[in-house]
Structure formats: C-alpha cells, structure tokens
DNA sequence: TCATGAATGTGTATTTTTTACACTTATCAA
DNA sequence: TTGATAAGTGTAAAAAATACACATTCATGA
C-alpha cells in the first residue's frame, strides 16, 4: 500500500496534485484536541476561527491531519504547537468521531483528545495570531464548524466523569497550588459547592499531596500552605481505562 | 479530496490498482474487534488464523477496512459478520490504535471496539470455516498479530473496570437469566468470589431487572426465577463515557 | 497597638453504604 | 420418606460519606 506514484507521462500540474494512491479509497484522518483550561474561575475552551470555507466564520478545535511517521498523540501535539504555539499540555485521547458526513469535503476519520493546562501555560496563544483564536465559555460557546460541538460536550461529561477516580483535576493547576484552588478545580468542574473539610479529607484519602513547606500569602489573612502533586502519583486511568 | 482518478493514459493493471490518489498520503483505516463471551464458566475471545503474511498463522483480531460510506460502528458490524457471520453482539468503542510501526505494510490506524454477547448468539461461529476461527481463553491465548495482544489487554481491562458502573455484565448473558448466572458473569470478570446476599443487594440498587415470572429447573434443587434486564436500563456508560 | 475583617485550617457526631455471616425452602432421586 | 443440592432470605458490624462550627493567622486602618 502507500505507494509513492511518479508516473511521468501525467501533465505537471497532476502529478503535483495527486501523488499518493491506493487501491482502494481511504479517509483523511485528523485529531481534534479538545483544550480546557480555568480562566476566571470559568472552564473555558481554546477555540480557532476558520478563515475558510466549509464553515468560513465559525470556529473549531484545533487538529489537522495526521502525518505518517507520527503517532496519534504526536500528531495532535504538534498540531497543537502550530496552531495555538501550546506545548506544555496533558494529553489524553477520548473518542474517535467517524460519521461518513462528518465533514462536506470529503470522508474525515477524526480522533479527539482531551487535553488539560493551567492557564499559566497558556500564555502562548496571546502570542500567536489574537483574531484567529479564542477562549470559550461553556454558556457563551460561538457557531462551532462540523462535529466540534458533539466532540466538545463528550470531553466535557469525561472530565467530569473523571473527577472522582483521577487525578485530572491537578492538570488544571500549577506545579504548586493551595488547597482552595484544587477545590475549586473540582466545585467549578463538578457544578456542585463542597464542604472544605470533607473535600480535604477525600484529597488526603488519594494518598497523592506533597507539601512544598512553601506558603502563599494572599491579603489580609492567614497565608495558605502550598502543595504539589506527589511524583509518584498516576493518572488513575479509567478506574484503571478510557470510558 | 478522495477523488477517483481515471487517468486513461496508465496501463490498465496500474488503473485497476491504484485508483484513488490523494495530495498528500493518507493511512488506511480499520476496525479490529474484540469479542469477549463466557464459555465453560471461561471468558473467551474470538480469534482469527491469518493465512497470509505478514503474520501468517498467527492469530488476530477480526476486523478490516473500513469503507467510505459507513460509520466505525457499521464497519465493525459488516467485518463481524462478513468474518465470523455473528450480528447480534453489543459493541462499544474502545480506544484508538495509531502507532506508525504497527502494521509492517504501512501505515494502518485501528479504531478497537469492544464487544460483548452471550454464547448462545455465537452459535454462527461453528458454521464459519472452523479451522481459521477459534474462541480462546485468558490464560491460552496464541501468538497473536500486529499489536493485537495491546488491544485485547486494554479490553480485558476495561471490561473489568466497567463492571461496577455500568449493565455490561448483562450483555454476556442470554435475555433472560438466574440471580446466580449474573452473578457468576460479575465473578469470572472480577476474578473474585462474591457473597450471594450482598450480590443481590448490589442488583437490585440497580434498578434493571424485571421478573419473568418463569422459573428454571436445573436439577434437584429449588428452581431459580428467571430476570432480564428492564427495557429502561441504560448502559451507564462512563459514569457517562471511554476512559 | 489594638480591633476588625477575611481566608486558612481543624475534629466529631450522624447517616449511609458496604461487608460479613447462617439457616430455611423447594425440588429431585434413591 | 429421606437425603442431597442449589435457591432464597435478614441482620449486625464496620467503613465510608456527610453535616456541621470555631480557632488561627495575617493585613489593614482606626
């Protein structure tokens, strides 16, 4: 298969065209990188406006096509890096998308992922083309192009999902953090107010907190210790997996 | 993009062989599906004796090509039947296989699904070429092909961790069953023993079995009341979703 | 320097859930 | 009629989750 075809007798402008052919038809396949991040205390999702038809005008996730000496994830990173200049982000798959109709050009595999960063290490995209790209709010969410809108709102119930047998919350945070911030990563993901002794306690329960010694002093108040995640601890995939 | 080339200038074995040409290269895309069902009290899946190289007299994962104009969960569905003639299974997607290097003829990126049914709806099995298909358990598995041994572990995982949060059990099961049938799935699955009372406690705070009214005989003993799963029961996927 | 305001940090009682555990019932076969 | 076998049931103890209130530390300003 995969076979680079250089027939000479094809006129110069085909032969620049159409170079890769196959016995039979095949997909496009991209990934599609669902990027969260808290900005304001709000969950918010890096979206980029297309320029061009189909859905000139609306916005979509960053992704692109897949390149053949790349895995999946290397694939979504680097479209990840050329698109909104991010670099430093976690990364995990969430589902393949594959409707035949999917995309009006043409049959396009699409493989999502999810990825997590504090917004610390997100100040790349100020940087890189402002117009282009933008960060959404779950409530004030913008004309999405193709399946963006379904892909979002799956990575959105996963990371909600996980919450609770994961560390994924700490993917949202800093490389130190106080507790309040950690809780609030869970009350604003979850929806929900929690009660800041048992939140603590349930933290502690994960066996997976180091303290920094550090503290952070923050107005006229107590100062709060500071805390890193411990290097030992995993992601706690799946209660072991994916969904 | 995916357009059919007839350029009538090529000699006719290249037009028969290479007829769909792309700008840039594309992978070939494919399903593989693990099919887990209970024999003998054994979890078992359902493989395939590759005649032809590469891996030639390995074993695989059923599965194929998928082609332009059905969905993941339809392709999966056809190369179940076209290779193994089972159509009634449950079928989940399970996560995506990309690695550059899998395939030695080049690159081919696996979309994996899970799938699940009780024995008596594989009965198909035994009238397919019996010598090139085989159900094998955990702990006999053969030589398999590609990275086809990742993507059983990674179902055989999953699976395990779902038990608990989702009805999965149920769909190795015919429609209707005993209280110690279902519980025997949760224990096989779990590899644990399971205390009788605090199983049935367990079912019912689910909320998913309906009574038959009918009962089994199954020797000299008290015969068991048949159940099958309410028709209101969910999947409770993901505590939503994948991983 | 002292009083106030504001967020940090801690423990216990109650409720709920999970676990451990043993005997009676219905049927078949001898 | 008796014995063997699997079905079916309830309660007490332990563990986990929840509800709930006050003392501590610091900054600020009177």
């Known amino acids: ?5 250089t027939y000479q007798g094809l006129p110069q402008g085909s032969l620049q065209k159409m170079q890769y052919c196959y016995d039979y038809p095949r997909p496009a396949v991209t990934t599609d990188i669902v990027v969260f991040t808290l900005r304001n205390e709000r969950l ?3 979206l980029i406006r297309r320029a061009r038809d189909p859905y000139a005008g609306y916005w979509a996730l960053p992704g692109g096509f897949v390149e053949p000496d790349e895995t999946l994830e290397q694939g979504a990173l680097r479209e990840l890096q050329e698109e909104t200049g991010l670099t430093q982000v976690y990364l995990e ?10 995309d009006p050009r043409g ?6 992922y999810l990825a997590l960063a504090p917004q610390e290490v997100l100040q790349p995209v100020a940087a890189s083309d402002a117009a282009a790209l933008d960060w959404f709010e779950e409530e004030h969410l913008p ?3 193709f399946d963006h ?17 994961s560390t994924l919350a700490f993917k949202l945070l800093p490389e130190t953090f106080t507790f309040h911030e ?10 929900q107010v929690l009660d800041k002794r048992n939140f603590r306690k ?14 952070r002093r923050n107005g006229a108040h107590k100062p709060a210790l500071l805390y890193r995640l411990a290097s030992s601890a995993g992601i706690y995939h799946d209660r072991q997996g994916t969904q």
């Open 182 to 191: 950690l809780q609030r990563v869970y009350e604003i993901i979850g929806e």
């Open 93 to 102: 798959q969430l589902y393949t998308f594959g409707e035949p109709q999917r």
């Open 149 to 165: 809108r379904d892909i979002l709102a799956l990575a959105r119930a996963r990371l909600r999902a996980k919450l609770n047998y």
């Open 44 to 46: 918010s999702v890096l």
């Open 202 to 215: 349930f933290i502690r329960s994960l066996n997976v907190l180091q303290e920094t010694g550090e503290t």
């Open 1 to 5: 298969m995969c076979i680079f075809y």
């Open 143 to 145: 004309e999405m192009a």
């Open 107 to 112: 049959r396009v595999i699409s493989v999502a």
